[in-house]
């Protein structure tokens, strides 16, 4: 039995103490650190747990599956938005340039900057929807994309191009984050592997079909058209979520059995929870005051000094942006050797997008296959990081990786992917903002094999080192987390 399984016995985080907390409010079974524990529904019968899990704790939750379905596509849809927009932006480079009168690389830097402000964002919005709910900070995000799409549909001017990219790109990227902390919110560990596959499904279709619907209005109609389309897409998902998207994040809702009012409130009259779901009339908990304490926005930050989650996104980063640098500059290159024009340069995308999506829903299945075998050999004591990483650099390493990010920090789902953010988009501009020198220096052929290569060799010695230190590492932290506290 491979030693990579098995990890070290470790106290609970707080993220797991909050989650206790919660239950006690909420009226749900308490749960014992160590020693036997009484499983729910089966009082003659004990087991006996080594250590308090955030397993145990997680798997409490009080939405019906419907619930949990739409609240899993609802965060998909989100996160597809965002790659959608620099995709469907793509083949309409050439056509840009034109029109403005500027160089395609004066037009990818709109790309650039993009990246940069996709990748800064949402360490501000990601916070706020950790502390104050995800419904409102998302229709909050979206209805800065809305805005900023209607002032893309009507300019003319290259340096209002960049600022509204970056204003769209300020609101749009932080769904990808709060997605994310959506679905840690309704998921446990043995499933969570599959809802983060058809979560990360939605930020795959993007670059599918985002090139192909820009090719076509940009084709047909002009490049301005993209924008009236994303206009008109943004402002009919703001009314869904308006109407029908529920507050899941747990400080406010607990299991989502509490009753939310205000602004964190529906409006259709729809059951959340299950029917035997043991009820009571409390309402919501309030959210803290709004000061800059309480925001959090240096937590996304905090989470590069954890050198197994800094490893881990630096290991995410390096193939996204090797992805983004081919992506960025292959219209251009497509027109320019072969005179495409802009729907067949978006159809010459579908195969990237369509096996990327593929992929993230084979490497979902595939990590919620390990861990569910590695549960049932070691129990709470596996070693999570292997269970999750053991194929990562054959199946998906930009999915697997984020999935056990997600795992670690239950509470800080939206934090640490707006940290996994912050390190693919500033890796991703700077290979963007790089490329066309490279290809004049190189050439085509070597510059995507060397990036390709660079990838691999980059990235697999830190996931190795991950996959045997991690363990060591996360217990270390926690130690130090509970000694801070006491």
Request: proline content about 5%.
């Amino acid at each position: 039995m491979p030693k990579e399984w098995f990890m070290t016995e470790s106290k609970p985080s707080l993220d797991e103490e909050a989650a206790q907390q919660q239950r006690k409010e909420n009226g749900a079974p308490q749960l014992q650190s160590v020693g036997p524990m009484e499983v729910p529904g089966t009082p003659d019968k004990k087991q006996t747990s080594p250590t308090r899990s955030a397993e145990t704790l997680e798997n409490v939750s009080a939405f019906k599956k419907s619930i949990k379905i739409l609240i899993v596509v609802m965060a998909s849809t989100s996160s597809f938005a965002s790659p959608l927009s620099i995709n469907i932006y793509m083949p309409a480079v050439p056509d840009i340039s034109k029109d403005l009168d500027i160089s395609s690389g004066e037009t990818l830097l709109s790309v650039t900057t993009y990246l940069i402000f996709q990748g800064l964002s949402p360490s501000f919005w990601a916070p706020l929807s950790d502390t104050y709910g995800r419904r409102p900070i998302l229709i909050a995000t979206f209805v800065v994309y809305l805005a900023a799409n209607l002032g893309l549909a009507f300019t003319n001017k290259f340096w209002l191009l960049l600022v509204l990219r970056m204003v769209q790109a300020s609101g749009v990227s932080s769904a990808v984050s709060i997605g994310a902390g959506c679905i840690s919110d309704v998921s446990n560990r043995k499933e969570r592997g599959r809802y983060m596959g058809f979560y990360q499904l939605g930020t795959l279709l993007g670059p599918a079909v985002g090139p192909v619907i820009g090719g076509v209005f940009s084709q047909i109609f002009e490049w301005h058209a993209i924008f009236y389309f994303l206009s008109a897409l943004s402002a009919v998902y703001l009314l869904v979520m308006v109407i029908a998207l529920p507050e899941s994040l747990r400080k406010l809702v607990g299991d989502g059995s509490l009753k939310a009012r205000g602004i964190w409130r529906i409006l259709l009259p729809l059951r959340l929870t299950v029917p035997d779901q043991q009820h009571n009339d409390k309402l919501m908990h309030s959210p803290p005051k709004v000061n800059i304490h309480s925001m959090g926005f240096g937590m996304p930050w905090r989470m590069f000094a954890s050198l197994d989650l800094a490893l881990m996104i630096y290991a995410f980063s390096i193939p996204f942006a090797v992805y983004s640098m081919v992506t960025s500059s292959l219209s251009t290159l497509l027109k320019s050797a072969y005179g495409y024009n802009a729907i067949e340069t978006g159809l010459c995308f579908i195969p990237i997008g369509v096996a990327s999506a593929i992929g993230s829903v084979v490497a979902g299945k595939t990590i919620d296959y390990e861990y569910a075998k590695a549960f049932r050999k070691h129990g709470h004591n596996l070693n999570l990081y292997y269970a999750r990483l053991k194929y990562a650099l054959v199946i998906n390493l930009l999915y697997t990786a984020q999935t056990i990010l997600v795992d670690l920090r239950p509470g800080r789902a939206a934090s640490v992917t707006a940290a996994v953010n912050i390190g693919r988009c500033l890796v991703s501009a700077a290979f963007v903002a790089a490329v066309d020198y490279v290809i004049d220096d190189i050439g085509t052929g070597w510059t995507f094999t060397a990036f390709g290569l660079a990838s691999l060799i980059l990235t697999a010695p830190a996931i190795e080192l991950v996959k045997r230190r991690g363990p060591e590492w996360n217990a270390r932290r926690e130690q130090r987390a509970e000694n801070t506290t006491t």
